[in-house]
Every structure is written in C-alpha cells, then in structure tokens.
C-alpha cells in the first residue's frame, strides 16, 4: 500500500505543549550534548525548570517549546511520546571504559541507542523483524576465575545452532537472532562498541571509526556476550569486560577446536592463515593462544613486542576486508520504499531528523558528519571534548 503523505499534518506547538513527554527533552539534551543549565540558560529558564519538564512534573509553556525546538534544532513532533518505549528498569547500557569517556559523552551515545529503538519500532509497524532469541546466563560479576563465560559462549553457539568451525558473517547472525546493529555517526566515535537491552530489542552499536573487519567481528562477540550474561549487572568494571572478553574468545575461537593449531611460537604463516580462517586479528590470537595456556606469557610478551615494533598492533599486515554490514534495517527501508514510503515519511513516523534517521539505517558507519561545524549555530563553549552535537542546536 502506498503512503498518501498529504495526509500527515505537522504537529504545532500548543499540541507539542499538551502532549509533551519529557523523556523527549532528554534525549534532545542529551544528543545536542548539553548539561541541564546549560540548556537552561539558552532558554532563559532555571536548571530546575528544565528538570521538572524532564521529569514530567511541570509541562512546558508552548512558546518555551518553541523555544526548545530552535535550541535543539528539533521539530514539536519530537517531544511527543516516540514509538518506542523503554521499559521502566531500563538496563544500563555497557561501556568498555567508563575512565576514558566523560559522562556527557556516554550520555550522547546512549541517546542514539534509543533513537535507534524509535527507528526501529516505526519499522516494525510495518515489517517484521526476527523475534529475540538470547539465552541468559547468570554469571557472577565478582568471580574472575569462573569458566561461566565460556559455558556461555557455547551454550550460545547451541543455542544459534552454530556449527563446528569458523563463525560466518557476524552481524547477520545476530540480526538474524533479534538483535539490532547499527553504527554510531562519525560526531560519536569517542565512545567504543555498547550495548544494551532496554525491553524493546537488545542492541549493539559499534564505533565508526575502526574500519578494522577483524576487530570489529570482536567486538561484536563481545558485546553479545555482555547481552548474554550482563544484562542487569553494573557496567565498566574490570571483571565484567574481562568475562565479554573470555566469551568472544570463546564464541570466535572455540577451545575444542584451536587449542591443537594455535602455535606455541610466534609462526607469523600459521597465525596469519588462522587469522584469515577465523576472521580474527592476529593480536586476538596471540591472546588466546596464551589464555589457553600454549604460548608462554615469555613468548606472548615477545611477540606483542614485534607487533609493536612493526607498526602491526594499529594495522596488521595483509588486505583489509570490508567491515561486515548491518542489514536489518537498510533492507526493511528497501522493502518499504518499494511501496511508496519515503524516508522522509519514516523519519516523521520515527519522531527523528532526516539525518539521524539516515545514519540509524545505514548499512555501513556513516563517515560523514551530520552537520558540519559551519552549519551549527551558536557558541558550544558548553561542550565536552568528544562531544559534538547530533542536532543542529541555535541560539
């Protein structure tokens, strides 16, 4: 059936008003990277105002929404309730390093997880996507010894029905399975590979910016093993990334299978030819190599030291493949563009700028940023390092 877009009607501002859901506003804060009285003083009002629209005790005056729609550089059909509705227990998402990244910046990141939720449930009104399907595995966060991360991950790779041998393209498994990947836009690329699972659809966002097929296929496993084990438990500690760490391990490079090919010296041949067999760095392979106990940490540390040497730990030697694609959504937008539903139609649907909903459906990490420095308006002496606004904010 196709969309008869004359018939959607923009939303006003008295209407924004008397709908407004603030759980909007903080999104809109949040992806713009502003701290409530910073978006307080542009919009004349007090810290504490902000935090009563946010909260919902206090609903916004239409002229203050219209003021926070220049602000933001979001339209007054953004501060109505989106599609997609976060269970109330929202689950924190999983950050590799909570030291590295200031809180403004997670934040941000965040923000696009739930905007690619919006995105997602809009989709789903008119496709079907693959019900979740994760087994969850309680794991104890304080026990560092335990095998539970490996028991995990091949209880995972049952579970999926993975064969013995090399895990094929990572990403279509995981969508195939119910679980949304997408790429961060380029402003984000401070903030490493998440994930989260909020009630909507667990979702891993992986950083543009490494272009690196191996270590992406990495991280992927990673942050599956974090959807596995690590739903509800406190994020960024040293033993919880350790345990995703041991998991993809697990799920990519499978003890029953690698321990008699790993070698116990550094064979550059044999570990390049895994390298291209297993779809993993060499650096991942050194590591397991050693955690399984073949190779010495003598020779482990030797040979980390060569790579080091050869400029081998930022790029390993050898063609680089593409970076597996997300397809989940860029297909759903094929198939509905094919009956007349522009993205133009599907943004609104999403209650999202043109912009954000591009680089949510993107098959590939979207370099580009999404409003270039020229375009975006006003001093950002507010911003954070590694913060960059996702909207075009205006004085």
Same mark, same amino acid.
């Given at each position: 059936?196709?969309?008869?877009?004359s018939? &959607?009607?923009? !939303?006003? *501002?008295? $209407?924004?008003?008397?709908?407004?859901?603030?759980?909007?506003?903080? /999104?809109? =804060?949040q992806?713009?990277?502003?701290?409530?009285?910073?978006l307080?003083?542009?919009?004349?009002?007090?810290?504490?105002?902000?935090?009563?629209?946010?909260?919902?005790?206090?609903?916004?005056?239409?002229?203050?929404?219209?003021?926070?729609?220049?602000?933001?550089?979001v339209?007054?059909?953004?501060?109505?309730?989106?599609?997609?509705q976060?269970?109330?227990?929202?689950?924190?998402?999983?950050?590799?390093?909570?030291?590295?990244?200031?809180?403004?910046?997670?934040?941000?990141?965040?923000?696009?997880?739930?905007?690619?939720?919006d995105?997602?449930a809009?989709?789903?009104?008119?496709?079907?996507?693959?019900?979740?399907?994760?087994? &969850?595995?309680? !794991?104890? *966060?304080? $026990?560092?010894?335990?095998?539970?991360?490996?028991?995990?991950?091949? /209880?995972? =790779?049952?579970?999926?029905?993975?064969?013995?041998?090399?895990?094929?393209?990572?990403?279509?498994?995981?969508?195939?399975?119910?679980?949304?990947?997408?790429?961060?836009?380029?402003?984000?690329?401070?903030?490493?590979?998440?994930?989260?699972?909020?009630?909507?659809?667990?979702?891993?966002?992986?950083?543009?910016a490494?272009?690196?097929?191996?270590?992406?296929?990495?991280?992927?496993?990673?942050?599956?093993?974090?959807?596995?084990?690590?739903?509800?438990?406190?994020?960024?500690?040293?033993?919880?990334?350790?345990?995703?760490?041991?998991?993809?391990?697990?799920?990519?490079?499978?003890?029953?299978?690698?321990?008699?090919?790993?070698?116990?010296?550094?064979?550059?041949?044999?570990?390049?030819?895994?390298?291209?067999?297993?779809?993993?760095?060499?650096?991942?392979?050194?590591?397991r190599?050693?955690?399984?106990?073949?190779?010495?940490?003598?020779?482990?540390?030797?040979?980390?030291s060569?790579?080091?040497?050869?400029?081998?730990?930022?790029?390993e030697?050898?063609?680089?493949?593409?970076?597996?694609?997300?397809?989940?959504?860029?297909?759903?937008?094929?198939?509905?563009s094919?009956?007349?539903?522009?993205?133009?139609?599907l943004?609104?649907?999403?209650?999202?700028?043109?912009?954000?909903?591009?680089?949510?459906?993107?098959?590939?990490?979207?370099?580009?940023?999404?409003?270039?420095?020229?375009?975006?308006?006003?001093?950002?002496?507010?911003?954070?390092?590694?913060?960059?606004?996702?909207?075009?904010?205006?004085?």
């Amino acid at each position: 059936m196709v969309m008869d877009s004359s018939r &959607r009607t923009e !939303v006003q *501002v008295g $209407d924004a008003s008397r709908l407004f859901d603030g759980r909007r506003l903080t /999104l809109a =804060r949040q992806l713009v990277g502003l701290r409530k009285n910073a978006l307080a003083a542009k919009i004349d009002k007090s810290a504490t105002a902000v935090a009563a629209y946010e909260n919902n005790t206090k609903r916004p005056a239409p002229a203050t929404v219209a003021q926070l729609c220049l602000t933001l550089g979001v339209d007054p059909s953004f501060f109505l309730p989106g599609p997609h509705q976060p269970t109330a227990s929202i689950a924190t998402p999983h950050f590799r390093s909570l030291r590295s990244t200031t809180q403004l910046a997670r934040d941000q990141a965040f923000a696009y997880g739930m905007i690619a939720g919006d995105v997602g449930a809009a989709l789903e009104r008119h496709v079907e996507f693959p019900e979740s399907n994760i087994p &969850r595995l309680s !794991v104890d *966060v304080d $026990d560092e010894t335990s095998a539970m991360p490996e028991e995990a991950a091949r /209880l995972l =790779r049952k579970h999926w029905g993975i064969k013995a041998g090399p895990v094929g393209h990572l990403v279509r498994l995981a969508e195939n399975n119910g679980i949304v990947v997408v790429f961060s836009p380029a402003q984000t690329g401070a903030v490493d590979a998440y994930s989260f699972d909020d009630g909507y659809r667990p979702t891993i966002v992986l950083n543009p910016a490494k272009e690196d097929y191996y270590r992406q296929r990495f991280d992927v496993a990673h942050e599956i093993g974090h959807l596995v084990m690590h739903v509800y438990a406190e994020p960024g500690s040293k033993v919880v990334e350790t345990q995703a760490h041991r998991f993809a391990a697990e799920l990519l490079l499978p003890e029953s299978e690698l321990r008699d090919v790993l070698p116990s010296k550094a064979d550059w041949r044999v570990l390049a030819a895994l390298k291209e067999t297993y779809g993993v760095s060499i650096q991942a392979l050194l590591y397991r190599s050693r955690s399984l106990g073949v190779m010495s940490d003598v020779t482990y540390r030797n040979a980390i030291s060569y790579l080091s040497s050869k400029g081998w730990r930022r790029r390993e030697p050898g063609e680089m493949p593409a970076v597996e694609q997300s397809s989940l959504y860029p297909r759903a937008i094929e198939i509905l563009s094919g009956v007349g539903m522009n993205e133009l139609a599907l943004a609104k649907e999403a209650r999202v700028t043109v912009g954000l909903f591009r680089a949510v459906t993107a098959r590939v990490p979207v370099c580009e940023e999404l409003f270039s420095e020229s375009q975006v308006i006003g001093s950002q002496s507010h911003l954070e390092e590694g913060v960059i606004p996702l909207f075009r904010e205006r004085n």
